[in-house]
């Protein structure tokens, strides 16, 4: 890969901490485990924030994105929403182990979920500038692949230097669980430390640009005009539908994998982070090595495969009674994460025009997040009104299924 290539790249390894240590397997389980009242209100509140922030990135990453196209300050962009979601996830660190900050929690990861979303429409925009349509494939799942590494490391570092230790490093106080709260901290500066490459080597191209007014006016218009263009579109508009249903529930599942696992099968914050690593580790084998024949066998076919492949894991997963089996169908489940989304992040990217490609991006991200609000609200009813997490947890796999099911009337495009 080219130097512009692996600086894109190491953007995904700085802003996996956030999903692998914030939404999934630390900060998730801290407010089900330590703050909530209990894991079964823990997991409903949680469902309801993620919910929120899935409609508030709807409402604004495709006018955002296009007016960045419009404005020529997609780099520009990037850093501001980079910034503000390091800010929010450094302010979890004050969320003390007590309901009475439950609310503060939800406030706080919900800024920072929606900063981190927003922020990722931009980056993704950038593909098409490091690598050549032939080549997308394997750039971007490379860079998936580099993501999860970048998510294990920083996991690991918080299991080795903020988790384990007893008494805490660092003067640490474990009964208020700073040596849990501190790694909110740590992905906050994973987020800066690592995130600025990608600044420095993609500039945004030179010129005169228009002021933030117009570029929100042409931006608007040129959202308007894109969602207009889309009944002549027919491959792309029932790729964003797919999109829309299969991303639901891969969301989903990220978000409430780590819940699931502490409330059903009782694992310690430890032994989630173990997990964690692990399927960092099988997650990122998958999007590798799935990068390196992407290209030949197609975007489509790859998402397509992947995802019948996390429908199948993923029901046994849940009929799972013990936690081997769980670990086993789990790791096995992890391979085809990476897949699923690398591919579709390089589908799409074929498909955008050079000059519109944030504003694509934008639909991208409205696609796989207009209904977001829709898979955490359904898992958070379910398993209000059954008070069972493994039910909560099936509404996943219903919207695999419709994603899947439109997706397979989708044309390969080369």
């Known amino acids: 890969m080219t130097r512009k ?22 900060i998730a389980a801290y407010f089900t485990s330590g703050i909530a009242a209990d894991q079964v209100t823990g997991q409903a509140q949680w469902g309801w924030m993620q919910s929120a922030a899935g409609l508030a990135v709807a409402l604004l990453s495709p006018v955002l994105g296009a007016v960045a196209d419009a404005g020529g300050r997609r780099r520009l962009m990037l850093g501001i929403f980079t910034l503000l979601t390091a800010i929010s996830t450094g302010m979890i660190w004050f969320a003390q182990p007590s309901p009475d900050w439950a609310l ?41 692949g580099l993501g999860y590494a970048g998510g294990l ?15 805490a490093l660092f003067g640490l106080d ?8 501190a790694t909110a901290l740590l992905v906050a500066f994973w987020l800066l430390a690592f995130g600025w490459p990608v600044l420095v080597a993609l500039p945004d191209p030179a010129g005169p640009r228009p002021s933030w007014a117009e570029a929100a006016s042409r931006g608007l218009g040129e959202i308007a005009a894109l969602i207009r263009t889309l009944p002549r579109n027919p ?59 992407e290209d030949r066998v197609g ?64 639909l991208f991200a409205l696609s796989g997040r207009i209904t977001g609000f829709l898979g955490p609200a359904a898992l958070a ?25 439109i997706l397979v009337t989708v044309k390969e495009r080369r």
């Open 381 to 405: 009813a379910v398993t209000t009104a059954t008070g069972s997490q493994r039910l909560g947890m099936a509404t996943v796999l219903v919207f695999l299924v419709i994603g899947a099911a």
């Open 235 to 293: 491959d792309l508009a029932r790729f964003l539908l797919a999109r829309l249903f299969y991303t639901d529930g891969l969301n989903t599942l990220f978000a409430f994998g780590a819940i699931y696992a502490a409330g059903v099968f009782g694992m310690g914050l430890d032994r989630i982070l173990i997990f964690g690593i692990a399927m960092n580790v099988t997650a990122g084998l998958g999007a590798a090595g799935f990068a390196m024949i």
């Open 104 to 144: 503060y929690a939800l406030v706080c990861v919900g800024l920072a979920t929606v900063c981190f979303e927003i922020g990722t429409v931009f980056y993704n925009s950038m593909l098409p500038g490091v690598a050549p349509p032939g080549r997308l494939g394997r750039v971007s799942g490379l860079g998936w």
């Open 5 to 26: 290539a692996w600086a894109w790249a190491l953007y995904d390894w700085a802003n996996s901490s956030f999903p692998t240590v914030i939404s999934t397997f630390v």
């Open 153 to 167: 490391a920083c996991l690991a570092i918080s299991l080795v230097l903020l988790i384990q230790p007893n008494p």
């Open 299 to 362: 975007s489509r076919r790859m998402v397509l495969g992947a995802l019948m492949a996390l429908v199948v894991l993923g029901a046994g997963l849940l009929l799972a009674q013990t936690e081997m089996w769980f670990w086993i169908l789990a790791l096995s489940l992890g391979l085809f994460f990476g897949p699923a989304q690398a591919a579709s992040r390089s589908f799409m990217a074929r498909l955008a025009p050079p000059d519109e490609v944030s504003a694509h991006f934008g």
């Open 174 to 181: 474990r009964e208020a669980a700073e040596h849990v709260r």
